[in-house]
């Protein structure tokens, strides 16, 4: 530590982005990106964007990506809310939207970014355990608190609530903002920005890194009333105008217009998915019901660490998570079909060894 460091900065523990390994012939299969590229008409968007309009600053409201976004769920421009990705989105929620003097709550199980800004803006919080099956509890999200947050499908357990719950925790929580954190829900789930017009607090957030396979441009944006919106862009307005660049705002527009090569990424993982699930019940695995685009899944002879060190020497990485309750499990990222091949055929290879232990 820096003796320039203030107290807050020396106490942090920060987040630890999923690892990006430099090896050959790798199967990556670890930080839950899309298996396939975004369509044609997007890069060449993109390359269109590249031109020398770069000398000038980008629309700093996104007016044109507000639009389509809009366009897209049935909203109004003034409900949506881009910025540079979501991670970006959910720190000024947790700066500017969450009470302090009561603690956020938000799954014990969950996206581990939560309690770093919780650290880094000196918030409180409270865990909610997940039950036996991994499913959120929606019974644990009551008042009092400084807020509800949860990823749905949640990370990284797959596993989706239901509208019908969603709106339980609403509705119990009219004097705090409840924010579903979508990053997933294009795999086979259903957006909570429906309720939206129904309820005042609620936010919901969502990428371009996942379905629409753009992870590299770093595109978010948030959902929700209007007065909610206003409180985000006074935040953003406070730190950083032109928070998504000109190339950004070009590709995710293309994206959200390329809805033909949106569903057939789409359709493919959860075919991916599929049939990951039953090979790997097919080798002895539980595996989690996902909604996502990636399997939690363990074996009940084998640990999840020594599955996880037995693929990499095979050079195919998968998440394994050393935390209570879920070291035994590993998160598995839907790949293409030769990845899944590779992956079912490797761990089979593993199994039936006789080198690996519990």
Known sequence: ??????????????????????????????????????????????REAADERLRLYPDPDATQLRQVIADWFGLEASQVFPANGSDEVLAFIFQGLFQSGEPVLFPDISYSFYPVYCGLYGLESRTVALDEQLRIPVEGFQ???????????????????????????????????????????????????????????????????????????????????????????????????YTLDRLAQAGAIAAFRDEAGFRAGQQAVIEQRERLNAGLEALGFEVVPSRANFV???????????????????????????????????????????????????????????EVTA
């Open 143 to 241: 008042p009092p608190n400084g807020g509800v947050i949860f990823p749905n499908p949640n990370a990284p357990t797959g596993r989706f609530l239901d509208l019908e719950s969603i709106e339980r925790i609403l509705v119990a929580n009219p004097d705090r903002v409840v924010v579903i954190d979508e990053a997933y829900v294009d795999f086979g789930g259903e957006s909570a920005a429906r309720l939206i017009p129904d309820h005042p607090n609620l936010l919901v957030t969502q990428t371009l890194s996942k379905s629409r396979s753009l992870a590299g441009l770093r595109v978010g944006y948030a959902m929700g009333q209007q007065h909610l919106i206003e409180g985000l862009e006074r935040i953003k307005n406070s730190f950083n105008s």
């Open 296 to 354: 939690f899944c363990r074996h009940p002879a084998v640990s999840g660490a020594e599955l996880a060190a037995q693929l990499r020497e095979r050079h195919i990485i998968v998440r394994h998570f050393d935390k209570p309750r879920i070291e035994q499990y590993l998160r598995i990222t839907i790949g293409t079909g030769d990845e899944m091949t590779a992956l079912l055929t490797a761990l089979d290879d593993i199994l039936n060894s006789g």
């Open 1 to 46: 530590m820096s003796r320039f460091w203030n107290e807050r900065l020396q106490q942090l523990t920060p987040y630890v982005p999923g690892e990006q390994p430099q090896m050959t012939n790798l199967v990556k299969l670890n930080t839950n990106e899309h298996p396939f590229g975004p369509g044609e008409a997007v890069t060449q968007a993109i």
